[in-house]
């Protein structure tokens, strides 16, 4: 489905999507994921679990879905079995905090001892306050939590993946980024804590793409759009016109998990946009080439400016 945006944002496309689309479909064979181990953070419900159905539909041999709460993924584990009988996928399950180092380093020690190497890692999970309208009145313990697991939780779980001792030399991973960063909401100020901890995390993911081939590691960060959850009605409230669908950041993750969005790596890119219409625009595609700032988090209003344009100067 297309149409007028849902939620405040500058499009790349003609075409606006808020539900899934063919391009983007699972099911399509160039975004297969037959033989391929996918760790999806966050993954016991809400759109981590929907992106987990997704990578089903994509034919992955193995999906491990991490969250805090051992409850919810026994209900995870067990919808997801319950709907896919016959997939083929194995599905796994850890309880972990990804603010916590150990938890997280207990993680990838546990994959590892069972000779299980992660192919693609989803970073969905997230501290998502604080929220408030006067930053300086917050807690510093609660703000810098947010830190600590958005950019700092999600770093370390980023760094055991490229790094697990049972990857080839030759081994290509994929690492996708779910990020809200550059959410607006009028009339309030288009950042708050949560989402400069996103963007943070975002702009940090782009650094390391330019030092990593996307040979080495696909790394692709994206806006998944204004889905109604728990969190996003309490913030936004009931009255928006029209929210988006699950299937389309899902979907949207599997096809940045493939090798069809190699061109964007390092990018942060939003799920309404056309896959299609974007890889067409031959202006985007140069602008991609020739600008290394473009569609990565930076100063509004810049350029990007790297430390060559100093001593060219």
């Not at 947010?146 to 055991?160: A, I, P, Q, R, Y």
Request: include cysteine; charge should be negative; charged fraction near 20%.
């Amino acid at each position: 489905m297309s149409g007028p945006p849902s939620f405040s944002a500058m499009s790349l496309t003609k075409t606006h999507h808020s539900d899934t689309y063919p391009a983007i479909s699972p099911t399509k064979p160039s975004l297969s994921q037959a033989g391929k181990t996918i760790l999806i953070t966050g993954g016991a419900s809400g759109i981590g679990f929907e992106i987990a159905r997704s990578f089903v539909k994509a034919s992955a041999s193995r999906i491990i879905i991490l969250s805090r709460r051992t409850s919810a993924l026994d209900i995870a584990s067990e919808k997801l079995r319950d709907e896919f009988p016959s997939s083929g996928t194995e599905f796994l399950t850890r309880q972990a905090d990804i603010g916590d180092d150990s938890s997280i380093t207990s993680v990838w020690d546990s994959l590892n001892s069972q000779n299980i190497l992660v192919h693609v890692l989803v970073l969905n999970g997230v501290h998502a306050t604080p929220f408030g309208p006067d930053t300086l009145s917050m807690d510093k313990g609660e703000l810098m939590k947010g830190f600590d697991v958005n950019v700092g939780g999600n770093f370390l779980m980023s760094s055991k993946f490229v790094k697990q001792p049972l990857r080839s030399t030759d081994q290509q991973l994929n690492l996708v980024n779910l990020s809200t960063a550059g959410i607006q909401r009028h009339p309030a100020p288009s950042q708050n804590p949560y989402t400069t901890s996103k963007a943070a995390f975002a702009a940090l993911l782009g650094r390391i793409a330019d030092e990593r081939s996307v040979e080495d590691v696909q790394i692709i960060s994206f806006h998944p759009g204004l889905l109604c959850t728990e969190g996003t009605v309490s913030y936004f409230g009931q009255n928006l016109p029209r929210w988006d669908k699950m299937a389309l950041p899902a979907d949207f993750a599997v096809w940045a998990a493939s090798q069809e969005a190699s061109w964007l790596h390092g990018r942060f890119v939003w799920a309404h946009w056309d896959v299609d219409e974007l890889r067409a625009d031959k202006a985007i595609s140069t602008q991609l080439e020739q600008e290394k700032g473009f569609l990565k988090v930076a100063v509004q209003g810049l350029g990007g400016v790297s430390f060559d344009s100093y001593f060219n100067y």
